[in-house]
Nanobody
Framework: QVQLVESGGGLVQPGGSLRLSCGAS????????MYWVRQAPGKGLEWVSA????????YYADSVKGRFTISRDNAKNTLYLQMNSLKPEDTALYYC???????????????WGQGTQVTVSS
């Protein structure tokens, strides 16, 4: 059974940092592109970042570029999102998700975690 479990969210002041983690199980983690997606209160889903199977290629939304870093440790079946210089507009429920295809991405996720809440406020 595919399972994705996010952790690391919390309350942080503007300018602060958080590192989110996503533990994966039930599939061969290293064969799938992975994504971070967020949903602000009352808003729709917003793609944040993507990473290829090996971790050597990463992609970011313009809103987080230069502040966030996506990475993965395939030996530990874990995806990470390092978030620096956080802004109030980063407040959202953050989800990790896997691409529905192995190796070659479809850019369409089929499994999502439960989400972890990030709140940026003074």
């Amino acid at each position: 059974q595919v399972q994705l479990v996010e952790s690391g969210g919390g309350l942080v002041q503007p300018g602060g940092s958080l590192r989110l983690s996503c533990g994966a199980s039930g599939f061969t983690f290293s064969r799938n592109w992975m994504y971070w997606v967020r949903q602000a209160p009352g808003k729709g889903l917003e793609w944040v970042s993507a990473i290829n199977t090996g971790g050597g290629s990463t992609y970011y939304a313009d809103s987080v570029k230069g502040r966030f870093t996506i990475s993965r440790d395939n030996a530990k079946n874990t995806l990470y999102l390092q978030m620096n210089s956080l802004k109030p507009e980063d407040t959202a429920l953050y989800y990790c998700a896997r691409d529905r295809f192995e190796e070659t991405p479809s850019y369409f996720p089929d499994y999502w975690g439960q989400g972890t809440q990030v709140t940026v406020s003074s």
